[in-house]
């Protein structure tokens, strides 16, 4: 059963990279047709997706974000990252990482997520 | 971009009572929907794909349906772990815009 692990700094200060890790074990990043994603939550509010990529190259970003956000895969190291530019305070949530996958052509669902980890924008 | 709307926001309920949760869209999805559950302080956990398919390891008791614009998940008889904050969910268009309702909480009376 695949398990998904974020790891990164707790705080981060405002106008610099927010840089997040997902470690995937108990399955290869690479196999099968599975996006891997990032959605975030601050506190006491829903959820926000941010983006997702295909381990073939494919990324997609939530348009509200999409100038800030980068996320790449190390399949060697069976990981992916969360890269988000010019951070403030209204970014201090928990991040989650999470696979994806199709159940349809166009139906999408994310099935096994990370535990969360909280980032704090903060000087 | 297609927006989510749940309803009730909020809703008490008491152990053994049917609850039903509805979600809406403003365009029609067909049947691309998913449902989640979350505890406080932990990760989402995916109830419902498809509008009406049961995640494997999701009790019976959990049902969706619908589709186009109006969707239900519906728990047929409460159980103290179902306490928790419920959202809906899809992905469409290319590129894909991937939204979240804005939840249902659902507490004890």
């Known amino acids: 059963q695949v398990q998904l692990q974020e790891s990164g700094p707790g705080l981060v200060k405002p106008s610099q990279t927010l840089s997040l890790t997902c470690t995937v074990s108990?399955?290869?990043?690479?196999?099968?047709?599975?996006?891997w994603n990032w959605i975030r939550q601050p506190a006491g509010q829903g959820l926000e997706w941010i983006g997702r990529?295909?381990?073939?190259?494919?990324?997609n970003y939530n348009p509200s974000l999409k100038s800030r956000v980068t996320i790449s895969v190390d399949t060697s190291k069976n990981q992916f990252s969360l890269k988000l530019s010019s951070v403030t305070a209204a970014d201090t949530a928990v991040y989650y990482c999470a696979r994806g996958f199709y159940y349809d052509s166009s139906g999408y669902a994310l099935d096994s997520w990370g535990q969360g980890t909280l980032v704090t924008v903060s000087s | 971009d297609i927006q989510l709307t749940q309803s009730p926001s909020f809703l008490s309920a008491s152990v053994g009572d049917r609850v039903t949760i509805t979600c809406r869209a403003s365009?029609?999805?067909?049947?691309?929907l998913a449902w989640y559950q979350q505890k406080p302080g932990k990760a989402p956990k995916l109830l419902i794909y498809a509008a009406s398919a049961l995640q494997s390891g999701v009790p019976s008791r959990f049902r969706g349906s619908g589709s186009g614009t109006e969707f239900t998940l519906t728990i047929s008889s409460l159980q103290p772990e179902d306490f928790a904050t419920y959202y809906c969910q899809q992905l469409n268009g290319y590129p894909p815009g991937f939204t979240f309702g804005p939840g249902t909480k659902v507490d004890i009376k």
């Open positions: 108990g399955g290869s990043i690479s196999s099968g047709s599975y996006y």
């Open positions: 990529m295909f381990t073939r190259g494919t990324t």
């Open positions: 365009q029609g999805i067909s049947s691309y």
